[in-house]
């Protein structure tokens, strides 16, 4: 290269980060506006259904009692929904859905404002804050950055940037790859922990991370081990201290909830149980959550067991494809698949060279279930508005396109190349064992 080569080549990677950023921005400021709509309107006749504006984020203000009681865990029982406010109505206060990192974010924005609109709003700047640092963190990584797009012009960003907080751990774990790729152990290891704490997801791609790093030196990566447990626990130990029973509200409640409708689990329950009806006190009422919790779990510790074995028996270990795997196994068996669930791919398809076609179907058909599974609760009483049977038949050909395209990816995942760019490697390491083999940084 001469000696203009190194300087064009980083005013076209800043011109790329610069648009995509622009992008990025564009795409947040329509979701925002699509997500604002439910602040400004009366929810009736399924106006938040109808619009796709419905979010947990202001839902739960007032849902979650954060108007009464601010801060989660600190007071939880443990119980929800037992709690009523001085007109009578039923509501919670003290316990959250969510793991103690996402919490805390809550509870600091729920301190410092008054009322649901303005939570609503600073917590959206917070999100977008988090997308804008997540895609320059990517810009970082990607060896091809054109494909910086699948994560600024996103249709499931437009849908569901400001729908939950997923966004704040979607950086949590963008920042722990980029520390790894780094070859920074301790610091991918807090990072992905602190991910954890957050919403679970970033810790389950650390082994994928562990077994590259201990194919990469024949050593067993103890500073990112030691990294996110610490960080991990940090976390949670002085809130399972404070109030054991409000800490342990989140993991309670999302193993005993019932199946969500944009599953498989919720499908084959509707031909199981008559006319698909949740009535307390039936056999598959009362034993359904218990039995897919085990068996969601099961299935998906026998995924990633044979994706890692059949990844450890390559010469060239892909961290981030088999990352990326990791989390289309969860989404296959997992008995909750939450419309802002999506955003927990978008890195990687930036990051794993996916054909575009591959995202395209993920994209369309991601949106036609979050679409169906509006329509299906616009027809459910009282709003009661089309055929609850047709719109249930429709929910369920979407939700199982939507496995149909998640199986593809899988099926892409373990021919992709890692779309990551390597910094200068350290000099070589002998290896330990006759095990040590090199990873794929990039391709």
């Known amino acids: 290269m001469d000696g203009r080569g190194a300087p064009t080549a980083k005013r076209a990677a800043s011109a790329m980060l610069v648009i995509s950023l622009a992008a990025c921005a564009i795409a947040l400021i329509v979701g925002y506006n699509i997500k604002d709509l439910c602040t400004r309107h009366e929810w009736i006749h399924g106006y938040q259904y109808r619009t796709l504006c419905y979010n947990d984020v ?22 929800f929904d037992n709690e009523h406010r001085a007109n009578g ?24 404002t008054h009322d649901g609109v303005t939570f609503f709003r600073v917590t959206s700047v917070i999100l977008a804050v988090f997308a804008l640092l997540s895609l320059v963190l990517l810009w970082r990584l990607a060896r091809t950055q054109w494909r910086l797009f699948f994560f600024a012009l996103a249709p499931s960003l437009v849908l569901y940037a400001f729908h939950n907080w997923d966004l704040f751990a979607v950086f949590l774990m963008c920042a722990g790859l980029f ?25 389950l791609i650390l082994p994928a991370l562990l077994l590259a790093r201990r194919r990469e ?11 996110a447990t610490v960080s991990f626990v940090a976390v949670n130990v002085p809130f399972a201290i404070i109030d054991r029973a409000g800490w342990w509200a989140p993991w309670k409640f999302q193993s005993s909830r019932f199946p969500n409708f944009e599953t498989s689990w919720y499908n084959i329950f509707c031909h199981l149980a008559p006319r698909c009806e949740l009535r307390l ?48 196994i969860w989404l296959l068996a997992a008995k909750v698949y939450s419309p802002q669930y999506a955003l927990w791919l978008l890195p990687f398809f930036v990051l794993v060279e996916i054909p575009w076609g591959g995202f395209a179907a993920f994209a369309v058909t991601d949106a036609a279930v979050w679409i169906a599974v509006s329509a299906y609760f616009i027809s459910y009483p009282p ?45 070589p390491t002998p290896p330990a064992s006759r095990h040590a083999a090199p990873v794929e940084f990039s391709a």
């Open 217 to 227: 030196t024949g050593k067993i990566p103890g500073r990112m081990i030691v990294g």
């Open 89 to 112: 109505e039923q509501v919670e206060q003290g316990d959250l859905e969510y793991p103690a990192l996402t919490g805390v974010l809550i509870g600091v924005i729920a301190e410092v």
């Open 281 to 328: 006190g039936t056999f598959w009422t009362a034993t359904y959550p218990g039995l897919t919790s085990y068996a969601s779990a099961a299935l998906f510790l026998v995924g990633i067991a044979w994706l890692l074995r059949a990844e450890s028996k390559r010469a060239i270990f892909r961290p981030y494809a088999t990352s990326f795997g990791i989390l289309l």
């Open 58 to 79: 202001f839902a739960l203000y007032t849902f979650r009692g954060l108007d009464v009681r601010p801060f989660p865990y600190i007071h939880g029982d443990g119980i």
């Open 383 to 427: 709003v009661g508005r089309g055929n609850i049977a047709q719109m249930g038949h429709i929910l369920e050909a979407t939700v199982y396109a939507r496995y149909a395209v998640l199986l593809v990816l899988l099926w892409l995942s373990r021919r992709a190349q890692d779309n990551v760019f390597e910094p200068g490697r350290p000099a």
């Open 179 to 203: 520390a790894f790729n780094r070859r920074a152990d301790g610091s991918a290891g807090v990072w992905l922990g602190l991910g954890a704490a957050a919403k679970v997801f970033p810790g």
